[in-house]
């Protein structure tokens, strides 16, 4: 049984714990805020005693060996070093850092701590759909796509009313990009990899930050345009182009369900997945946790950081083409 310590108490962070438990080997044994009431009012409904509003006593405790960070971007980075120097498993949301000196540093750590594993919460790769679009697209010509994920944010009123909420603050690592665009970047590197060139065409807000835009990535013989907003709602579906087959995929951040079109005729990749879309992460971080040494895992594993380290570094690049600079 993996023992769980949180480190955040909004909806996504109860979200995630739902789905730990479903898969039967987790158990939430620590949770962390900033204020201790705060703690006691999100633990006691998820039958966790152990509180703490001290971070340096929290990962010095040996309550938990595997901590869930869904803290404010700006604050990932430091929160996973200090994590990984306990000798903690870390699974943290995206984006789990910004920029690639931050990730490199933490590969720097991790390296001085081999025990440890560090996985990133980009749900939507680990979805069956999206597995089975893997499988589809495998020895396939490719001749382009097109990934949509749009999202209007309730905090965005409070942009129109004049405030800068942080997920619209660039201090805090906010921004379209960062919060919305890195479940298309996911899709995107982890099915064909980084692009020969890419740029980003954002919209900026009056908070400096982009709150939505476009990205067009060059493979050589094929464009993918990446559409990404939390200033407006797309129902639209995501496609992968191949010659007179196009992939259907519900959305480029729900990845639930997939179909193939061929010339008019509808076949189904994969079926609708209905239940907490977090289940299969949390199942597979757990094989990860559960199995050091196994070199099924392990490759897994591997793999896993590989396609992190490209899609910050991807992160990075189209940033740094819209002129978009964080933390200062």
């Given at each position: 049984?993996?023992?769980?310590?949180?480190?955040?108490?909004?909806?996504?962070?109860?979200?995630?714990?739902?789905?730990?438990?479903?898969?039967?080997?987790?158990?939430?044994?620590?949770?962390?805020?900033?204020?201790?009431?705060?703690?006691?009012?999100?633990?006691?409904?998820?039958?966790?005693?152990?509180?703490?509003?001290?971070?340096?006593?929290?990962?010095?405790?040996?309550?938990?060996?595997?901590?869930?960070?869904?803290?404010?971007?700006?604050?990932?980075?430091?929160?996973?070093?200090?994590?990984?120097?306990?000798?903690?498993?870390?699974?943290?949301?995206?984006?789990?850092?910004?920029?690639?000196?931050?990730?490199?540093?933490?590969?720097?750590?991790?390296?001085?701590?081999?025990?440890?594993?560090?996985?990133?919460?980009?749900?939507?790769?680990?979805?069956?759909?999206?597995?089975?679009?893997?499988?589809?697209?495998?020895?396939?010509?490719?001749?382009?796509?097109?990934?949509?994920?749009?999202?209007?944010?309730?905090?965005?009123?409070?942009?129109?009313?004049?405030?800068?909420?942080?997920?619209?603050?660039?201090?805090?690592?906010?921004?379209?990009?960062?919060?919305?665009?890195?479940?298309?970047?996911?899709?995107?590197?982890?099915?064909?990899?980084?692009?020969?060139?890419?740029?980003?065409?954002?919209?900026?807000?009056?908070?400096?930050?982009?709150?939505?835009?476009?990205?067009?990535?060059?493979?050589?013989?094929?464009?993918?345009?990446?559409?990404?907003?939390?200033?407006?709602?797309?129902?639209?579906?995501?496609?992968?182009?191949?010659?007179?087959?196009?992939?259907?995929?519900?959305?480029?951040?729900?990845?639930?369900?997939?179909?193939?079109?061929?010339?008019?005729?509808?076949?189904?990749?994969?079926?609708a997945y209905t239940d907490n879309p977090m289940i299969p992460e949390a199942n597979d971080f757990a094989e990860i946790i559960n199995h050091p040494?196994?070199?099924?895992?392990?490759?897994?594993?591997?793999?896993?950081?590989?396609?992190?380290?490209?899609?910050?570094?991807?992160?990075?690049?189209?940033?740094?083409?819209?002129?978009?600079?964080?933390?200062?």
């Amino acid at each position: 049984m993996i023992n769980l310590g949180v480190i955040g108490t909004n909806w996504i962070t109860q979200k995630f714990i739902d789905a730990a438990a479903s898969t039967g080997k987790y158990k939430l044994n620590a949770v962390y805020s900033r204020k201790l009431d705060t703690a006691r009012q999100f633990a006691q409904p998820n039958d966790c005693d152990n509180l703490f509003d001290d971070l340096q006593v929290f990962f010095e405790s040996n309550k938990f060996d595997t901590v869930y960070i869904a803290s404010p971007n700006a604050i990932h980075y430091q929160q996973v070093i200090a994590a990984l120097k306990h000798d903690k498993n870390v699974i943290v949301e995206k984006p789990a850092f910004i920029g690639p000196y931050q990730f490199q540093s933490a590969m720097d750590t991790l390296k001085k701590h081999p025990k440890a594993r560090l996985m990133e919460a980009a749900r939507n790769v680990h979805m069956p759909a999206f597995k089975a679009v893997q499988d589809q697209i495998d020895d396939i010509e490719i001749d382009g796509a097109e990934f949509t994920y749009s999202k209007y944010s309730s905090r965005y009123d409070k942009v129109l009313n004049g405030e800068i909420p942080n997920v619209f603050n660039l201090k805090f690592g906010g921004g379209a990009l960062e919060d919305l665009g890195v479940y298309p970047v996911y899709d995107t590197v982890a099915l064909f990899g980084l692009p020969r060139t890419q740029m980003y065409y954002p919209k900026f807000i009056s908070t400096g930050a982009d709150g939505g835009g476009v990205a067009v990535l060059n493979y050589g013989t094929f464009n993918v345009t990446l559409n990404f907003s939390k200033m407006t709602t797309s129902y639209q579906q995501s496609e992968i182009y191949c010659g007179r087959q196009t992939i259907l995929i519900d959305s480029a951040g729900d990845f639930t369900e997939a179909k193939l079109m061929n010339e008019g005729r509808e076949s189904q990749i994969a079926p609708a997945y209905t239940d907490n879309p977090m289940i299969p992460e949390a199942n597979d971080f757990a094989e990860i946790i559960n199995h050091p040494g196994n070199p099924v895992y392990e490759d897994q594993y591997v793999d896993g950081l590989n396609v992190m380290q490209k899609v910050n570094a991807l992160m990075g690049r189209l940033a740094d083409s819209a002129g978009i600079e964080y933390l200062k």
